[in-house]
T-cell receptor
Framework: QQQVKQSPQSLIVQKGGIPIINCAYENTAFDYFPWYQQFPGKGPALLIAIRPDVSEKKEGRFTISFNKSAKQFSLHIMDSQPGDSATYFCAASNPGGSQGNLIFGKGTKLSVKP | KAGVTQTPRYLIKTRGQQVTLSCSPISGHRSVSWYQQTPGQGLQFLFEYFSETQRNKGNFPGRFSGRQFSNSRSEMNVSTLELGDSALYLC?????????????FGPGTRLTVL
């Protein structure tokens, strides 16, 4: 019940395409859903995060869509660029929890071809 | 502001040895978390320290331990190394350690156990 299932494992798109990465969870108590971006040789960096009281959040070319009833959330990257090639992790957290309560998905390796 | 730094960046050890990894958080951050990242298991939480106290611990054997100093710098130690301990070890710092507080990750220490 504590798992966050992320798909696909890898994704290849052409420049300008809209890659979509999906995550699903079981624990309805989760109340914070961040996405992290990790480039090779670097640690993950927070990209965008959403709370379950909104269905969508946009920051630049990155959008999180959230479906509370389906217990799913997804990341869309508009007008993708080769510089977006990285591994993306979704995560979910229990309410009022500490950092240790952040559960990560297994990651999606995105490659954007020029 | 300087980011999270981790030393060393790379380590090669043999089975049975022990290792100590170091992490310097962002100035002013009092929470330091450690993660193990492997291709198969993804990002797994090891433990979190706040003001020199371990506040949260993941599901790892007692061979994995850590501590935090009064200046918030943290170390983690792995004793009696096993081949399966080969991984990227990431340190992350945040101001309060709350799950919704942005974590800033270091570049990691790549540990190889032969």
């Amino acid at each position: 019940q504590q798992q966050v299932k992320q798909s696909p494992q890898s994704l290849i798109v052409q420049k300008g395409g809209i890659p979509i990465i999906n995550c699903a969870y079981e624990n309805t108590a989760f109340d914070y859903f961040p996405w992290y971006q990790q480039f090779p040789g670097k640690g993950p960096a927070l990209l965008i995060a959403i709370r379950p009281d909104v269905s969508e959040k946009k920051e630049g070319r990155f959008t999180i869509s959230f479906n509370k009833s389906a217990k799913q959330f997804s990341l869309h990257i508009m007008d993708s660029q080769p510089g977006d090639s990285a591994t993306y992790f979704c995560a979910a957290s229990n309410p009022g929890g500490s950092q240790g309560n952040l559960i990560f998905g297994k990651g999606t390796k995105l490659s954007v071809k020029p | 502001k300087a980011g999270v730094t981790q030393t060393p960046r790379y380590l090669i050890k043999t089975r049975g040895q022990q290792v100590t990894l170091s992490c310097s958080p962002i100035s002013g951050h009092r929470s330091v978390s450690w993660y193990q990242q492997t291709p198969g298991q993804g990002l797994q939480f090891l433990f979190e320290y706040f003001s020199e106290t371990q506040r949260n611990k993941g599901n790892f054997p007692g061979r994995f331990s850590g501590r935090q100093f009064s200046n918030s710098r943290s170390e983690m130690n792995v004793s009696t190394l096993e081949l399966g301990d080969s991984a990227l070890y990431l340190c992350a710092s945040s101001f309060s350690g709350h799950s919704t507080d942005t974590q800033y990750f270091g570049p990691g220490t790549r540990l190889t156990v032969l």
